[in-house]
């Protein structure tokens, strides 16, 4: 007679092994049958294994990087056969020590392949069993997609079982498994070339997150092609050729092995399933909320009932159904699932990302915290990187969290936990964190999140007087905080940014909540010491959050205006878009040396003169986008940039259109016995007309207070300096109105904000005018549409030797004031700041038609208080 069971699990994979022995610690009779090796493949060929031969690329990648420890290991070299060895003997242990478990928890082991053969029956291999339940956890297989040529890749068991690491290898999938394996042979030394359909490689984690990884395998030479079609694999020469098209064009990778890895499905091959009643969608086992399928008594867990296809998972519902079956009332709870992902750095997140809670309209407040401000990470070697959790704004209660860096999945943990139990984020930064340790990490975010961040800076419009405030706060380890008195200079009318209340900022400022809860302000530029001096700008720790304040400013100045050259060919931007790329010590170090109550008057177009100013880039990119969040409502496009608060008097049409008007600035403050100082900023094109040498004329006649500022560089749109002007050296010119003038090397910041500053203070003392000229060069073309003939190569590759950006980092490196790993985390955060920038453009409504005209003509702004004429 057939032996008969309480219950039977079909698989002996994380899932089904897990349910077998719960089962039998509830008292039921239990058998498992498997028909390959106990552990399935989490243990055989998943999980376990992976993260073996991750840990040697791991520890090959430290041991590389291990000088700065004091490790001496000449001769470095790679065991490829060990590490598999190892991996096997790991992989060995486990299965034998789940073996062990299962026999001594009572379980029986039945070897072969299961059918279920009728109500309560299970067919193995020909030998008949009953039982009363049946749980389903045959897992998932690898799934393949038929391309011309795929016989010729190798899927993720047969990569496990290489003979050698592959010179170049070719992933094909941008999933979880193939990214795995890009780290781990990129650590190793191969060429990695990832080729993912999707816009983004790794789509279940937060963009931000994955701009981090993509960075680090670019750093070691991997390659990643999203939208990237693959439409065959061929031989070539000894090599493999893998043929995909990308946005239109087709491209080729040559490469030794080929992964294709491109997904798991459902598996339940020679199960005969729905001959026994069980319902399939498609590949997948349909189970109600307790996890029982469409049969009596039958069960299902795991892969191959779809969902979330991880290991923890699988367990966690091995548990709930055999719980269910012993009439406890277990119905699965995913909201805390945590994802691992083995890349370097690791990867983790859990609960709600903040792309699905803008895509559910979910508000949520932010908090960081970089890896860079964590003495364990630093101690570590290991500061990549940083954790972001997600709150509740009302209740404070952690929605989600999302950790790249140093052993994140480790990390993970506890924002599980607290997830799962639904803890606010001020239960968990009152729980008190050992010292030094990663966790740590969390428990900053967690305050960084109410504004209440220890180790990194909090912006003071933001902290909570108590409770919870309603805007989120940036952060960021490095960057300046700010004192009280910049706080308040922040204070701003325009649309989007600031708190003085006048009724269309408070309106704007809701729409912006409305509209956009989920985004983090822009960070505002760092703040000036009181006065300008050598001693103030020597590279020195005492002005370390200054300078680093400088570079991080120029950095978001850069990335801003090559996001918004490829927002123009997007056609999000309408008319012109003019690139000032490469001026940034020139501008940055220009307008730092103003104080707060002086005046700007600029060219029209000048975005980074704006952000440089501490005009909110949202609201200039959303001016750019024509929205009405822009500085003027999304009426003035490029053309006309204003914030009277920052006293930035914008840019208007045509070029030195603007000198005038800043003669008039100069008269308006002498005439009101202000100290203020007009600066006045314009290219070399604007030098040659008129309006430029009446300005001149009439600021000296009149001694009026402006420092004329000419950003040179080079090129008045295509024709060069020395083909357009008879004065090659423009500072020159103001000899002719008997001006002090200067010429400053505008690649060179800090030369740019010490003799601007010293320039700006004498007009503020005696209310002379002069000149300052400032050498740069801009690195692209004069607008976007410009195709740039007319500047050699060489003279490009010449000037770009000169960036002064890197120039500037070399500066603070040489001075021991910032390092690759910290540059490299500015670039990350200003990269992730300007999609917020751009999102929140994209996401500004219009001016309404029936408003096209509001804002246009003066008698619009009459009710604004900062533009009401004051008796003087
Ligand atoms: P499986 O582990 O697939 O086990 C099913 C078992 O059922 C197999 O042993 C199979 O032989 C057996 N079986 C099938 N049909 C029958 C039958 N008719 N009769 C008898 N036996 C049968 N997940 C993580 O959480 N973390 C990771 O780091 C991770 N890394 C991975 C790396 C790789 C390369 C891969 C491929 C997967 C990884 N996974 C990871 C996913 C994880 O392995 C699976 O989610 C997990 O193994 C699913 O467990 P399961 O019990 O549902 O199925």
């Not at 060919?569 to 012109?576: D, S, V």
Request: negative net charge; contains cysteine.
């Amino acid at each position: 007679m057939a032996e008969s069971f309480d219950v039977i699990v079909i698989g002996g994979g994380p899932g089904g092994y897990v349910a077998a022995l719960r089962a039998a610690q509830l008292g039921a009779r239990t058998a498992i049958v498997e028909k390959d090796r106990i552990g399935g493949t989490c243990l055989v060929r998943g999980c376990i294994p992976t993260k073996g031969l991750l840990q040697s690329s791991e520890l090959f990648s430290l041991a590389k990087g291990g000088r700065p420890f004091g490790l001496v290991a000449d001769n470095l070299g790679f065991d490829w056969p060990a590490a598999q060895k190892r991996k096997t003997a790991v992989v060995d242990q486990l299965v034998k020590g789940v073996e062990g478990l299962l026999k001594a928890g009572g379980v029986t082991s039945l070897r072969g392949s299961a059918r279920l053969a009728g109500k309560g029956a299970v067919d193995i291999d020909g030998d008949q069993v009953q039982a009363k339940d049946i749980v389903i956890a045959t897992g998932s297989a690898i799934a393949r997609v038929p391309l011309l040529g795929a016989e010729l890749t190798i899927d993720s068991d047969k990569i496990l079982e290489l003979p050698e690491v592959p010179r170049r290898l070719a992933v094909i999938g941008g999933g979880v498994v193939g990214m795995e394996f890009a780290a781990m042979f990129a650590a190793l030394g191969s060429e990695v070339t990832v080729l993912e359909m999707l816009p983004q490689v790794l789509a279940m984690v937060d963009a931000d997150l994955v701009a981090v990884y993509t960075k680090h395998l670019s750093g070691l030479g991997g390659k990643i092609h999203t939208n990237s079609k693959v439409s065959a694999i061929a031989k070539s020469g000894g090599a493999l050729r893998v043929t995909f098209s990308e946005g239109g064009q087709e491209g080729v990778v040559d490469a030794d092995q080929v992964l294709m890895a491109v997904g798991r499905v459902p598996y339940t091959h020679g199960l005969e399933a729905e001959k026994a009643g069980v319902k399939l969608d498609r590949y997948r086992i349909v189970v109600d909320e307790k996890l029982h399928t469409d049969a009596d008594g039958v069960w299902a867990i795991g892969d191959v009932i779809g969902g979330i296809m991880l290991a923890h998972v699988a367990s966690y519902e091995g548990v709930c159904a055999v719980e269910n079956i012993a009439g406890h009332k277990r119905i699965p709870d995913y909201h805390a699932a945590p994802n691992c992902i083995y890349t370097d750095p690791e990867i983790a997140h859990v609960g709600l990302g903040e792309k699905e809670a803008k895509e559910k309209g979910i508000a949520v407040r932010v908090g960081r915290f970089p890896f860079l401000a964590s003495g364990r990470a630093l101690t570590l070697g290991q500061t990549e990187g940083y954790v972001k959790v997600l709150a509740d704004p009302d209740s404070g209660k952690l929605l989600g969290a999302h950790i790249i860096g140093p052993r994140a999945t480790d990390l993970i943990a506890e924002a599980t936990l607290a997830i799962q139990n639904g803890l606010t984020m001020e239960q968990l930064d009152l729980t008190i964190h050992a010292h030094p340790t990663l966790p740590e990490s969390l428990m900053e975010a967690a305050l960084a999140a109410q504004g209440r961040a220890i180790h990194i800076g909090n912006r003071k419009s933001q902290v909570p007087s108590g409770g919870f405030a309603a805007t989120s706060p940036a952060s960021g380890a490095e960057r300046a905080s700010t004192s009280p008195e910049s706080a308040d200079e922040r204070a701003s009318p325009s649309p989007v940014r600031g708190e003085v209340k006048t009724q269309t900022a408070e309106k704007s400022q809701n729409r912006e909540k409305e509209m956009a809860a989920t985004l983090k302000p822009s960070s505002p530029p760092p703040t000036a010491p009181s006065a300008i001096t050598p001693k103030s700008l020597e590279l020195k720790k005492e002005n370390r959050d200054f300078l680093l304040g400088l570079h991080r400013e120029m950095q978001l100045i850069r990335r801003f205006e090559e996001r918004a050259q490829e927002q123009y060919t997007k056609a999000k931007i309408g008319g012109y878009c003019h690139l000032n790329i490469g001026e940034e010590a020139t501008v940055v170090g220009g307008i730092t040396a103003l104080k707060p109550n002086d005046w700007i008057f600029t060219s029209y177009r000048e975005h980074g003169h704006a952000i440089a100013r501490g005009v909110d880039p949202k609201a200039v990119m959303a001016e750019l986008f024509g929205k009405e969040t822009g500085t003027s409502h999304g009426r003035g496009g490029s053309m006309h940039l204003v914030d009277y608060a920052k006293r930035f008097m914008g840019g208007y049409g045509i070029v030195g259109g603007h000198l005038p008007l800043a003669v008039g600035g100069g008269w308006a403050v002498k005439y009101r016995k202000q100290k203020d100082v007009i600066f006045c900023m314009f290219g070399d094109g604007a030098t040659n007309i008129g309006a430029f040498h009446e300005s001149l004329n009439m600021a000296k006649v009149f001694k009026l207070p402006v420092v004329w500022f000419c950003v040179n560089n080079r090129y008045g749109m295509g024709t060069p300096v020395e083909k357009a002007s008879a004065v090659a050296d423009i500072y020159k010119k103001a000899c002719a109105y008997d001006m002090e003038s200067i010429q400053v090397d505008g690649m060179n910041l800090r030369e740019v904000l010490l003799k601007t500053s010293e320039i700006v203070e004498k007009t503020r003392g005696d209310s002379e005018p002069r000149f300052v000229e400032a050498l740069c060069y801009r690195f692209r073309g004069h607008s976007v549409v410009d195709p740039d003939k007319y500047r050699s190569e060489d003279d490009k590759v010449k000037w770009r030797k000169a960036d002064p950006i890197v120039a500037f980092e070399h500066e603070l490196e040489k001075s021991g004031l910032g390092d690759e790993e910290y540059f490299k985390n500015v670039r990350v955060e200003v990269d992730n700041e300007v999609k917020d920038v751009i999102q929140f453009a994209d996401e500004s409504p219009d001016p309404k038609t029936e408003d096209l005209y509001k804002y246009v003509y003066a008698g619009q702004w009459d009710n604004n208080p900062m533009l009401r004429a004051e008796r003087v």
